[in-house]
């Protein structure tokens, strides 16, 4: 038989998606300020540099964020 192993998404990417995905607007502010906290926290990490790609991903993400948290404040 074989074993099918299954990789959760590093907690930054799932703060983040926590974030993009919050249909409350009352927690949407907190959830974005995790997702950036979460975010920035793995870009400080100094104990594994990520991928490309990863960066890549972090940087939109980031984007994104400042993005949204504009947008939830003028509403």
């Known amino acids: ?21 919050e ?3 009352a927690k949407l502010l907190q959830r974005i300020a995790e997702a950036r906290s979460a975010v920035l926290d793995r ?4 104990f594994s540099k990520p991928s490309n790609g990863e960066q890549l991903a972090q ?13 939830a404040e003028k509403e």
């Open 1 to 21: 038989m074989k074993t099918i192993t299954v990789h959760s998404p590093p907690q930054w990417k799932q703060r983040y998606q926590a974030a993009i995905l």
């Open 23 to 25: 249909p409350d607007p």
């Open 43 to 46: 870009i400080e990490d100094g």
């Open 59 to 71: 940087r939109d993400a980031l984007e994104t964020l400042t993005t949204l948290r504009k947008i």
